[in-house]
């Protein structure tokens, strides 16, 4: 097996291999030779202006990215490329066509094919399944499932998935589920296909392998156009680069003539210093104490005899290869899961299995890594949702009334301190961007000045200038004398923040490296090493 | 109490119209439809199936009229909670409840009578034999001279698990209640499978209906169903919405009621017999929820699940 973090550390910068060789009409306007143009589209929600004249062009066999801020309006570009929903101004041109999609299903008939970011996959069923479903062979008036079969199979071996084809999708891991998206895709003969912020969910391995198959699927004249807000994914895997600012376009870029500073800054409109690396803050005394804690799973442990501390003013980072115990590590720490063994202490008090009420009373906040199932009510208002766990206390509730005033007001001030991007307080939280609302989350539990803030991948989804905004904020949170445990799959955000890293594997803590001795080859060879290492 | 043929033939005439009827709630519940209204829809069943036999002087199309009839009025089922987003609970509450007024309602209108309806001129349904089987002793005794509609609820559940597992509309129809945003991303109807397997449902307790009523015996009282169309909704849960297991489930009622029926001629008090497939089903629910509850419990972590090792895979 590769190294996943050294993999996709040489991916970076010099190993673009496979790049093909420049089309002809790179850049703008009509070319007879376009696969996907799409000119002029507007599209407004209330008080939004999500889309305001874009212009998209690529070619056939091209992987273009699509880049920019929270809410600069890249998922509803998609959407209407996709049938998803209707442009209020602008036309579409698919293979030099001229298209009008009312539905998905009539997109699909002409060639595209999209990943979302929620997978739609029916769990029960088998990959073939899944894979045939609404457009299964039959033989004799019932499904051909030998047919099926061969063909999932035979697509799979063509460009490189490794699916088999007979597992049931409820057992598979999330990159693969992802590669049933995409064989889903092949099997309708798609030529174009879209993802949105498809690596978000994934390890970086699994990254690494999602890459080999799109670059495969290009070497196949397939079209690939892919949303994403990792700068490096972008130079890796890309020939071109569209960058929206504000629901316009800010910049296109060939890949090859272009840096990731000069992206970034089409992005936001000014400088953006990557992969910051911040100083050393005054460490206090202990608030999270763990002592030999233990979450047993079917036969071995997922965590086992866990010791660790977490001191007031220190960032502790915990990294690993996921499945090593970090999910299980949590649950157990913010009272998810029922530990087996072991004692777990906030400011000195044995909250080893208390319920999350008194967890939270003893000072811990937390950041869920599923910010739409775990970390809030999706249907539930902004409003709403920022005064959850504050709404118990003055001046929320008063004399056991909740005040809609002050909700709304405490809603406000979050929505401006974090930079939120939101019409209306009153708004379901499910219409914000997928940024926008990890924003929300993030900024409820911080406001709880709690002594110890517990987050997992605290920029997942965020684009880069709000990761800088997250990243100075929870620094700012912990110079204030506050504790953090920070889980997160981005080595540059474990690094650039930690006071102190552990690696965990198998359920063990498995090294410890100081702020000072970690870097991203040292920290990629020890989550390696340990994944490797004799059980 | 030996289980003799004639208790075995009595408990399959007794499981059939639980079967059909459950047969038709495994489809909605497959499509993502939770349908309670068996009840009602199999009283409309008996109640029509007896009208339609009556007044055309045949029993066939007496059958004929109660399917036409419930899948009609299983139809209030489909628009409410498919096409309006009605909760189907309540629905099917208010289906149940109607199911008992209208019928009881239409018995004095129709018939001028109260309580119940018969006639010696009424058309039951009547047993066929089965060719070769009838001679065979014992088996012929238990198989054989059985309604029509006992076949046929025997040739519905092949067809239905054969259609839900291998036919691409039983696949389309299995993933529309699994994941309907999946579904709709596929161009595959919802709305349409879930019409089809509520309508599907009508049909089933129509036949559920008429073999009750002119079946299991020849005539229709007021709210003869007596919660056969409840046990049916349990016999669902119980068979994990598969045909087969839904047969099985609907198999262990008939048996108890045939043997509370025969325990009844032996001295025990009706009510206590009357009781029996109740019982059942409660322990029956009981026992089968604590065993998911276990096999769920060990899947996180194995120490806290109840000392089940029997039922852990
Ligand atoms: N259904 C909707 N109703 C109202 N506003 C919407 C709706 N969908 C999107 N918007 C708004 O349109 C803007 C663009 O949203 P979009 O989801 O396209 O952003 P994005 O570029 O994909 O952002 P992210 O990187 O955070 O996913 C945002 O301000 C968002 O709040
Ligand atoms: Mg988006």
């Known amino acids: ?535 | 109490m030996p289980i003799d043929a004639e208790l075995l033939a009595s408990a399959l005439r007794a499981l059939t119209p639980i079967l059909l009827a459950a047969l038709g709630g495994a489809l909605c519940q497959r499509a993502g439809v939770f349908n309670i209204s068996l009840e009602g829809m199999m009283l409309v069943g008996c109640f029509s199936a007896v009208t339609g036999s009556w007044f055309t002087g045949s029993a066939w199309l007496g059958v004929l009229v109660a399917v036409a009839a419930t899948t009609a009025f299983s139809l209030v089922l489909a628009v409410g909670s498919v096409s309006l987003k009605a909760d189907a609970i309540v629905l099917g509450v208010a289906m149940n409840l109607l199911a008992v007024g209208l019928t009881a309602f239409l018995l004095r209108t129709v018939f001028g009578v109260q309580g119940a309806f018969s006639d010696p001129e009424l058309k039951g349904l009547g047993a066929v034999g089965l060719p070769g089987l009838d001679d065979v002793p014992y088996v012929g005794d238990v198989l054989g001279g059985q309604s029509p509609l006992v076949y046929l609820s025997w040739v519905a559940v092949a067809v239905a698990a054969v259609f839900l597992s291998r036919h691409a509309w039983g696949l389309r129809l299995r993933g529309v209640g699994e994941r309907p945003d999946a579904a709709l991303s596929l161009g595959v109807s919802v709305t349409k499978y879930q019409y089809a397997a509520v309508l599907a449902s009508g049909t089933l307790c129509g036949l559920a209906g008429a073999q009750l009523a002119l079946g299991n015996v020849t005539l229709f009282s007021e709210n003869m169903t007596s919660g056969r169309g409840w046990i049916a909704v349990v016999a669902v849960m119980l068979g994990r919405a598969a045909p087969v297991g839904v047969l099985l489930a609907a198999l262990l009622f008939g048996i108890v009621e045939a043997l509370g029926f025969r325990l009844q001629g032996q001295g025990l008090p009706q009510q206590a017999a009357d009781a029996a497939p109740y019982l059942v089903t409660l322990v029956a629910l009981f026992l089968s929820t604590a065993r998911r509850r276990a096999r769920r419990a060990s899947a996180p972590a194995d120490e806290h699940a109840a000392p089940q090792p029997a039922s852990l895979g």
Do not use: W
């Not at chain 1, 019932?142 to 035979?154: P, Q, T």
């Not at chain 1, 990792?230 to 870029?253: F, P």
């Open chain 1, 1 to 535: 097996m590769t190294l996943p973090p050294s993999d996709d550390g040489a991916r970076g910068e010099g190993a673009r291999v496979a790049a093909k060789t420049p089309r002809p009409g790179a850049g703008t306007g009509a070319s007879a030779s376009a696969e996907v143009e799409m000119r002029g589209i507007v599209k407004h929600f209330p008080g939004v202006r999500a889309n305001d004249g874009i212009d998209l062009t690529v070619a056939p066999g091209e992987i273009h990215a699509l880049m920019g801020e929270n809410g600069a309006g890249k998922s509803t570009l998609m959407s209407i490329l996709y049938g998803m929903q209707r442009p209020d101004a602008g036309t579409i041109l698919i293979g030099g066509r001229e298209v009008s999609f009312t539905s998905p299903t009539q997109a699909i008939a002409a060639g595209l094919g999209m990943v979302h970011q929620g997978f739609k996959l029916f769990p029960s069923l088998s990959v073939t399944d899944n894979v045939v479903y609404g457009r299964e062979p039959r033989r004799r008036g019932l499904i051909d499932r030998a047919a099926a079969r061969r063909k999932v199979a035979e697509l799979s071996e063509r460009f490189g998935l490794g699916v088999d084809p007979g597992a049931p999708v409820a057992e598979l891991p999330v990159g693969v589920r992802q590669r049933v998206e995409i064989l889903k895709l092949l099997y309708r003969d798609a030529r174009v296909l879209i993802l949105d912020e498809p690596t978000a969910v994934l390890t970086p391995a699994e990254t690494g392998a999602l890459f080999d198959v799109l670059r495969g699927l290009a070497a196949h004249d397939r079209t690939v156009l892919i949303v994403t807000h990792k700068l490096r994914e972008v130079m890796a895997l890309s020939d071109n680069v569209t960058v929206l600012r504000d629901g316009r376009v800010a910049a296109r870029l060939r890949t090859a003539a272009t840096t990731p500073a000069e992206i970034a800054e089409a992005m936001t409109g000014r400088a953006i210093e990557l992969d910051r690396r911040y100083p050393a803050g005054a460490i206090g005394g202990p608030v999270l104490e763990v002592t030999g804690l233990t979450v047993r799973g079917e036969g071995r442990p997922l965590v086992d005899r866990v010791s660790c501390t977490v001191r007031a003013g220190e960032v502790v980072g915990i990294a690993g290869v996921a499945g090593n115990g970090q999910t299980e590590l949590i649950e157990a720490l913010v009272g998810l899961r029922p530990p087996d063994g072991g004692r777990v202490t906030v400011d000195g008090r044995d909250v080893t299995d208390a319920p999350v009420a008194a967890r939270r009373a003893a000072g811990l906040a937390y950041v869920p890594e599923d910010r739409a199932e775990v970390g809030s009510a999706p249907d539930a208002s902004i409003g709403d949702n920022l005064a959850m766990g504050f709404h118990r206390a003055e001046p929320l509730t008063v004399r056991g009334l909740l005040r809609p005033a002050a909700v709304r007001a405490h809603a406000r001030r979050l929505i401006g301190e974090f930079g939120v991007k939101a019409g209306d307080p009153a708004d379901p939280v499910s219409t914000l961007s997928g940024g926008n609302h990890q924003k929300v989350i993030l900024g409820r539990e911080m406001a709880h000045d709690a002594r110890l803030l517990v987050v997992e991948q605290p920029t997942r989804g965020v684009d880069i200038g709000s990761i800088q905004n997250i990243h100075a904020r929870l620094i700012g949170y912990r110079d204030a004398g506050h504790a953090i445990l920070l889980v997160s799959a981005e080595l540059s955000e474990i690094i650039g923040l930690s006071d102190r890293i552990l690696v965990m594997s198998e359920g063990r803590i498995a090294t410890e490296l100081d702020r000072g001795e970690a870097d991203e080859r040292r920290l990629g060879l020890a989550m390696a090493g340990a994944a490797e290492g004799p059980a």
